[in-house]
């Protein structure tokens, strides 16, 4: 079970912490990434981390920044300069074998949402 946390109400230009921590074993080998869900709108791909990449979409490249700490099996998402936009429920997921960072379908653990809600 992923818990993530971190959420919360802000006004633009702010910033928020998400942490994420796994009970996965050999956590170094995993995945891991954030998603994002806006009201009526589709889930999307954020970040994602693994051993050899760091992958971002466009709309967060210089804002956020996606880290981990195997030791602790946890991952961490620092969103900088957030916007309207931006507010959505954020998902945490964990895969072992993810051949596309970007989609949805290669993670196999997935978090409960937490919720960023920025206002203008």
């Known amino acids: 079970q992923l818990q993530a946390c971190g959420g919360g109400l802000v006004q633009a230009g702010a910033s928020l912490r998400l942490a994420c921590a796994t009970p996965?074993?050999?956590?170094?080998?995993?995945?891991m990434a954030w998603f994002r869900q806006a009201p009526g709108k589709e889930r999307e791909f954020v970040a994602a981390?693994?051993?050899?990449?760091?992958d971002y979409a466009d709309f967060v490249k210089g804002r956020f920044t996606i880290s981990r700490d195997n030791a602790k099996a946890a991952v961490y998402l620092q969103m900088n300069s957030l916007n309207t936009e931006d507010t959505a429920d954020y998902y945490c997921?964990?895969?072992?074998?993810?051949?596309?960072?970007?989609?949805?379908?290669?993670?196999?653990?997935w978090g409960q949402g937490t919720l960023v809600t920025v206002s203008s």
């Open positions: 981390i693994n051993r050899f990449t760091i």
């Open positions: 996965v074993r050999t956590f170094s080998n995993y995945a």
């Open positions: 997921a964990v895969g072992r074998s993810v051949a596309n960072l970007r989609g949805t379908d290669e993670y196999n653990y």
